[in-house]
C-alpha cells in the first residue's frame, strides 16, 4: 500500500536511511536523527505547497518512501520537481519502487499539473536506471565527480521525464 507519510513514520525512515545499502544510493548521509525526520515529517511536507512523500508499506512494516520536492524557489521553475526514492534492502525486485514511481508521477501528471520531474541516479546503480526508464525518464547528461560516497567521488546521470501529455483546456 502507498500512501501519505506522517509524523509516526519518522522513526521507521531512519531505521531504513540508517542502512549502508540505502544512504549509500542516495545523497543521504549516514547516521540519519529520528527527531530530524519526526521534525521534517511534523511540519508537514507538501502541507503548504506541491512537495509530497510517500510511503510504501507491506504486512504494516515501512518498505520504502518516494518524494518530489520543489527543485528552485524560482518562479519561472515552478514547473519542475526533484524526485528521491528508495527501498528496503530486503523489498527490493518486488514491485515497491514501481508502486511508488506509479503514484509520484499519477501525483505530478495529474494533480499538480507538473512538466517536468527530475533526478540524479548513480551510474552504476543499474536497477533504479531501468526503473526510472520504465516511466519515461530519459538521460540528460553525466556529471563527473558528483558526490562524494564511501570516500570517492562517484559519477551521477541527470535524469528527467517529461509530462507525458500535458493537461489540456476544456472546449468552449
Same mark, same amino acid.
Given at each position: ?45 507538501? !502541507?503548504?505547497?506541491?512537495? %509530497? *512523500? ?30 528521491? @526514492? ?12 514501481? !508502486? ?13 499539473? *507538473? ?13 533504479? @536506471? ?17 558526490? *562524494?560516497?564511501?570516500? %570517492? ?20
Amino acid at each position: 500500500m502507498v500512501r501519505r507519510a506522517r509524523a509516526s513514520d519518522a522513526a521507521a525512515l531512519a531505521r531504513q536511511l540508517s542502512d549502508p545499502a540505502v544512504f549509500g544510493g542516495l545523497l543521504q548521509l549516514p547516521y540519519p536523527s529520528e527527531e530530524a525526520w519526526a521534525k521534517r515529517l511534523t511540519d508537514g511536507v507538501g !502541507a503548504t505547497g506541491p512537495d %509530497v *512523500l510517500l510511503v510504501a508499506e507491506r504486512d504494516d512494516e515501512l518498505v520504502g518512501a518516494a518524494g518530489l520536492n520543489s527543485v528552485s524557489g524560482h518562479v519561472r521553475r515552478r514547473h519542475a520537481m526533484g524526485l528521491g @526514492i528508495h527501498v528496503a534492502p530486503h523489498a527490493q525486485r518486488q514491485g515497491v519502487g514501481q !508502486a511508488l514511481m506509479a503514484a509520484l508521477c499519477d501525483y505530478a501528471d495529474r494533480w499538480v499539473g *507538473l512538466m517536468r520531474l527530475e533526478l540524479t541516479v548513480y551510474t552504476d546503480n543499474d536497477a533504479a @536506471i531501468r526503473l526510472y526508464r520504465r516511466f519515461g525518464f530519459e538521460t540528460e547528461g553525466k556529471m563527473r565527480a558528483y558526490a *562524494l560516497r564511501d570516500g %570517492v567521488y562517484a559519477d551521477v546521470f541527470a535524469m528527467a521525464r517529461l509530462h507525458p501529455s500535458p493537461p489540456t483546456l476544456p472546449p468552449r
